[in-house]
């Protein structure tokens, strides 16, 4: 028999699930992504480095400034080019922009209703209109922070190799600086909310993370290794969906807010350090729904970071100036991480500047594996103990727990 | 009135730039019944609906099924975004389907049914078609309003260039010298790249009528751009349509 989910709702992108159980027993789970493929490494072949950073943005609009950050570190990278400190905080506001953007819909928007029994936010919002509004501040926070950095709420096309279009102003960083003070109180009842809740998913053998804390120059695991991702990870496709899947040394491994956390925990600012802390017993033992608690903490540690970033950058006074590129032949790679994982984009680039080869791997394709073994053993828990739609809706859950991110998913070459 | 929300293939960013109304959601729910917004609700009701509005590209066979059973069950269909009006980013991937499934997925079976992306517009008619990755979102706003209210809603037909008129933005093509397509393409977004200093790079797809992209290919032609990179950067968004 084949116990078919339809179409999930409540994430990004058009995914379904089959569990397939004979005998009466959970034999096996995939995740389908149905999604149709979009081709963004063909796209951008033989196109100039200029104007790649804005194609990339469309791959996904809940993560659009991870795609254009990853891509101008990858191009770049290929250049040897290296930017200032200002251009490296400025760039690391615009991923917690992002990152308070993209968890704060996943927790309120989409996982909330699901603590308060509810099919959706709106209809939540009649009850706990609080609630969904303090999600909707902290939502409309980040992206007033995506658009100051990145041009626009979705797809600005402000984030350039060697620099920026335009550089913010003192005023909008103060008021940046001003939001994070306001909302910090939002952020801890969030943590508080999410703390609560029971856990569920498989336990990933490994974490995946970059060395720094939101972008780096290699990856690194939880078995201390630091590595770039074509030494230990492997891509293959799948009959049955249209994202591939990846392990790490052979093994099933995760990549998102709770890995962050699992490995890079030394990095956190203080309040979001005692949180962490606190809640360290639960959150080590790494079944994969605790990944919306360490999204929680993770709003508390970027309205704290995004205000000692700006207090740096007034200090300094804002130069706004870019590194002249000039195109040369090359090979680089951006390691960005995006809200919900790694995002890798590597590229190889004529001495005229266009890109000849591109390879984007993402974190819901990174966690595709994980994902199937946590339908599995949820699967296995649940069947036969609870009725049908129950455990149709734990399994739902248990996929939203990852934040997937299916558009993001749905395109990978290697030439 | 009865509200379906459908996402074909796309990246989800015109689905979500209706939840970035923020507290004007609210206002528009006291009009408007969501009947089905899979990225947002578990709650669906598969009866009939007064509006659908569908965004991104038919990709796949699924998309197909989705876009037909979103126009055979509402009265007005709404193409909503450059994907589902004029193909966006990856509708402008060139090749043919196999060769481009083998490149990416190291095979030419098509096990899942992809089809070449093509508009939601080339597939079914469509009361409204609103552009833009992604369209600005007042605008989605005012057209659902003026729908509930019975109000014709009023189509965009300038150029970007008028909102750079009317910001004040400096040109930067003639001051510059940047490929940018403001003069071709559709107005909406005020100028919003412009004013990063940046060129518009048409993401609201090509402006319906007295465009010139002749006239707009000759001049980048003259600042010294190579003619197959305009040749791709005038068809990034709006895949056949601009000719010249
Ligand atoms: S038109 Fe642009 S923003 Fe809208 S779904 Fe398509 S790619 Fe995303
Ligand atoms: S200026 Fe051009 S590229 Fe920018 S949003 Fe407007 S139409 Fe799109």
Redesign the interface.
């Known amino acids: 028999m084949i116990l078919e989910l339809g ?1 999930f ?6 995914g379904k699930a089959e569990v397939i159980i004979e005998n009466g027993e959970v034999k096996e789970a995939r995740v389908k992504i ?10 951008t072949l ?3 480095y200029w ?1 790649v950073p ?2 990339e943005a ?5 993560c ?1 400034l991870a795609h254009s950050f990853a891509s101008v570190l990858g191009i770049e990278n290929a250049f040897g080019v290296k930017v200032p400190e200002e251009i490296q905080l400025l760039r690391e506001l615009g991923l917690i922009g992002e990152i308070l953007e993209s968890h704060s ?1 996943h927790l309120y ?2 996982v909330a ?1 699901d603590l308060f029994g509810y ?5 939540m ?1 009649s009850k706990h209109g609080e609630i969904v509004r303090e999600g ?1 501040a902290l ?2 926070f980040g ?1 007033y922070i995506r658009e100051v950095i990145g ?8 984030v ?1 190799p060697g620099g ?3 550089y913010p102003t003192e005023d909008e960083l103060e008021k940046i600086d001003k939001s994070c003070d306001a909302l910090l109180r939002f952020a801890k009842r969030a943590v508080n909310i999410f703390a609560t809740q029971e856990v569920f998913g498989a336990v990933p053998e490994y974490h995946v993370a970059t060395d720094g804390y939101l972008y780096g120059e290699k990856l690194i695991a939880s078995d201390g290794e630091r590595f770039d991702y074509f030494e230990h990870i492997e891509e293959k ?1 799948l ?4 994202a ?1 899947q990846s392990h790490y040394k052979g093994s099933v491994f995760m990549t998102g807010a709770l890995s962050r956390l699992m490995v890079k925990s030394d990095r956190l600012t203080p309040i979001a350090k005692e949180l962490f802390e606190q809640h360290k017993e639960k959150l080590s033992r790494g079944y994969v729904s605790l990944n919306n608690l360490a999204q929680a903490i993770e709003l508390v540690y970027s309205l704290e970071r995004a205000k000692e970033i700006v207090s740096t950058l007034l200090d300094h006074g804002i130069k706004g100036e870019n590194v002249p590129i000039e195109p040369k032949e090359g090979e680089g790679i951006g390691y960005v991480e995006a809200p919900r994982g790694v995002l890798i984009h590597h590229y190889r680039i004529d001495e005229n500047g266009n890109i000849t080869y591109s390879n984007i791997i993402t974190p819901t394709a990174l966690n595709h594996a994980l994902m199937e073994l946590s339908l599995y053993e949820e699967a296995r828990k649940q069947y036969g103990t609870v009725d049908e739609n129950f455990l149709k809706h734990k399994l ?1 859950e248990t996929v939203r727990a990852f934040d997937p ?1 299916i ?1 993001c998913s ?4 290697r ?1 | 009135m009865k509200l379906g929300v459908f ?8 689905a ?2 209706i ?2 109304l ?2 004007k ?2 206002d528009l ?1 006291e009009f408007y019944d ?1 009947k089905e ?8 009701e598969h009866d009939h609906l007064d509006v659908a509005i569908v965004t991104g ?4 066979q ?2 197909l099924e989705v876009l037909r059973h979103a126009r055979n069950y509402s009265n007005y269909l709404i193409a909503l975004g450059t994907c589902a009006t004029h193909g ?3 509708g ?4 043919k389907l196999r060769d ?2 083998e ?5 030419r ?1 098509n ?2 049914k ?2 070449d ?1 093509k508009p939601v517009v080339e597939y079914v008619a469509v009361d409204f078609a609103l552009p833009g ?2 369209y600005d ?1 007042m605008e989605i706003y005012q057209l659902l309003l003026d729908l509930a209210k019975g109000v014709e809603p009023i189509k965009k037909d300038y150029p970007v260039c008028i909102e750079c008129k009317l910001n004040e933005y400096e040109c930067v093509l003639v001051k510059k010298g940047l490929p940018c397509l403001g003069p071709i393409t559709v107005g909406g977004c005020n100028a ?2 412009v ?4 060129g518009c ?1 048409g ?1 609201r797809g090509p402006l319906p009528k007295e465009a010139n992209p002749a006239g707009e290919f000759e001049i980048l032609k003259n600042l010294g751009y190579d003619e197959e ?1 305009l040749r ?2 005038f068809k ?1 968004f709006a895949r056949g349509e601009l000719r010249w």
Request: charged residues 25%; proline residues 4%.
């Open positions: 179409e709702t409540r994430v990004e992108g058009n149905v999604e149709g493929p979009r081709f963004f490494e063909l796209l033989g196109r100039y104007d804005d194609l469309r791959i996904c609009a809940i659009y819909l928007l989409l209703p099919p959706d936010a709106i209809r919002a909707l939502k409309a992206n041009g626009r709420e979705i797809h600005g096309i402000n350039k920026f279009g335009r496709s009959p049955y969906s249209f591939k739902e991110c558009s749905v395109h990978f070459v030439l | 996402e074909l293939t796309d990246c989800g960013g015109c979500l730039n939840l970035f923020y507290e959601l609210f729910l969501i917004f899979h990225m947002a609700s578990s709650f669906k590209t038919v990709s796949c699924r998309d966006s980013v990856q402008a991937v060139e090749g481009k499934l490149k990416v997925y190291g095979t079976a096990t899942m992809a089809l992306p990755c992604p979102k919003i790249c004013k990063s200093k940046l790079i993401c990179y791709r950067k990034t």
